[in-house]
């Protein structure tokens, strides 16, 4: 039984293949319509969520299948004290695959060693979010074309920003990508990502604090928001949090083929306007992330 807690849980080979696999649910939809059928999804989200959570219960029922769950930990036993490892225990006996958020980092992880079913992170604490990952280096592929030799910048907070970690874990794998990390002093990417994930897989990077500098290089710019819940402290937050704030003006300068993408929800880093210009994509960006999240559920079900 395999189960998807890091995006580094699959292969090069295997991640591609489920990218092809995504691919064809993209372009042949009802093909897959009934592949699923008696089938249920457990979405477990101790977390908020809307795009993870009814993206992975729509892909099961994409396919004919059904979901179950809950989302938030109050709706729950947990709120009475059950364990993960119980709550998982006894969800094995209910549904065929379970999808996790969990404010801890490595819950989902505790919880395959304890279940029956296949195990999808989906989102722990400031660690990894892989399906997301998915959804990105989908969408990049996608409207792309390729998933090589350009230059992304990843924007905002990249110090809590688990879609970031993912991401930069995932893109290393392949070649060519060069890495602009803009972000104020205080929410930088962490040293452990920068050491043992770039610099151990030879990458280039640059950091700035400057998205207005960093924005014409880029062929990709990847905007976070900033993590209120994973502030200690509130003053920080209101400080940090407009730190940058794209705008048309802003992307005066930048190449007319960049994308835009942002794994949402946004508050305040991407201004409306930005929505209608055709480099923004990160509406597209979760609507796709269903097709992969279909082919991962067929794959960690032994089906394809
Ligand atoms: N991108 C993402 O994880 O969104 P949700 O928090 O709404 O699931």
Redesign the pocket.
Known sequence: MRHLISPLDFSVEETNDILSLAHDIYTNPSDYSDLCRGKKIATLFYE??????LSFEAAMMNMGGNALGFSSAKDSSVSKGETVADTIRIVSSYADICAMRHPKEGAPYVASRYSRIPIINA?DGGHN?PT?TFADIFTIKELKGQLADMTIGFCGDLKFGR?VHSLINELVRYTGFHFVLISPDELKLPDYVKNEVLERNHCTYTETRSLEEALPDLDILYMTRVQQERFFNEADYIRLRDTYILDEGKLAKAKKDLLILH???RVNEIAPEVDDDPRAQYFTQAKLAVYVRQAIILKLLGMR
Do not use: K, N, W
């Open positions: 908020p969520s809307t795009r993870t959570r989102g979010h997301q879609t794994p949402l929800p």
